[in-house]
């Protein structure tokens, strides 16, 4: 069946210069993080420390055409800190909740056919592990993660999926 075409919307990239550009540059340790996480789909992030090895994490996620937002509670500890301070293994739990096209539904009115986008409500479990590695003369961190999730869908579907990986950048502040 036919799709329509959706125009990619540059908003992760709008909203990540916005924060730049708003904000004064500062190369020290951050309590907070605007980020950009680019794996399956395109992901916008913000994380808040709660201490010095746990934070708070909201995802706003664009997958499938619909949206998800995730929260995270995540646990950091610096790893060979005998060669660098920079270096942070980081894990966490969480949970999410969300919409997705899961394809289109045929229709007849008058004997004429229409096909209609269908979606499906979901929320789920999180998982998370990753690497960071801060940088100390930008207010800029970097790293990859994994992010496993099982979800249950409506109609009633349990999904699975163990990739979750992508890239991501942070400005710090």
Known sequence: MP???RPKAPLPILFLLLALAASPLSA????????LRVGRSPELTYTRFLGFDRSEQVVVSFERGGLQLTALKQFHHPIFMAKTDQLFLFYGIGGHFGYATIGFQEFRLNGDVFLEEAFSVGFGLDLNL???FRL???PLA?????R????LRVPFKL?????GAALFLKYTF
């Open 159 to 163: 999904r699975q999926d163990y990739g």
């Open 3 to 5: 799709q329509p075409n």
């Open 136 to 138: 100390t003369d930008m």
């Open 130 to 132: 990753g690497l960071e």
């Open 28 to 35: 020290q340790d951050y309590n907070q993080a605007l980020g």
């Open 142 to 146: 970097a790293g990859f993660d994994l």
């Open 148 to 151: 496993p999730l099982y979800e």
